[in-house]
């Protein structure tokens, strides 16, 4: 029978493979709920930070996410990364700050493109999502193991090995 101490440990490894498996994918598709009820998604640069359950992106102040993200605070992250097979899917809380330390901490000079007048502009607020839970589906096979295993399937009428998924909650 496992501890509390295994539990956690346990816990601890899954958020670090959800953090491997993100942290080279740049974009996510943000999905709030507009105020009809209907789900909406955009992209979204994910900043350079640690992940440590949390997750930030600037946003602009007049965005039409804000305001569905003030209303229902609950939204999903969805990452891909084709190439690698890696495929990762995080529900979470909004949270819209104006932090200017924390601006100014995750600034970097390209994020100029997106805000002209720079961390100082009055419409940059930072998001700050609270990851509660995340699935994943990682397959690293080669495209030519892939097409192989997927022709073996085929041949047998086996499910092809569709690689490792897994539910992970990220609740502290």
């Given at each position: ?99 200017q330390q924390q601006i100014d901490a995750l600034w970097k000079p390209i994020y100029k493109a997106f805000f002209p007048k720079g961390k100082d502009d ?51």
């Amino acid at each position: 029978m496992g501890t509390q101490q295994d539990s956690l440990q346990d816990q601890n490894t899954e958020r670090q493979k959800v953090a491997e498996l993100i942290k080279d994918i740049r974009f996510a598709m943000l999905t709030t709920t507009t105020n009809d009820g209907l789900l909406r998604s955009r992209p979204m640069t994910m900043l350079d930070q640690e992940f440590n359950g949390d997750l930030y992106f600037f946003v602009s102040k007049s965005a039409p996410q804000v305001s569905e993200m003030q209303a229902h605070s609950q939204i999903n992250l969805s990452f891909g990364n084709p190439a690698a097979n890696v495929y990762v899917s995080i529900s979470g809380t909004a949270q819209l700050l104006h932090d200017q330390q924390q601006i100014d901490a995750l600034w970097k000079p390209i994020y100029k493109a997106f805000f002209p007048k720079g961390k100082d502009d009055p419409e940059l607020m930072l998001l700050q999502v609270h990851t509660t839970e995340a699935e994943y589906w990682d397959s690293p096979n080669g495209k030519l193991v892939q097409v192989v295993s997927f022709a073996k399937a085929l041949v047998t009428g086996e499910q092809a090995p569709l690689g490792e998924n897994e539910k992970v909650d990220l609740r502290p």
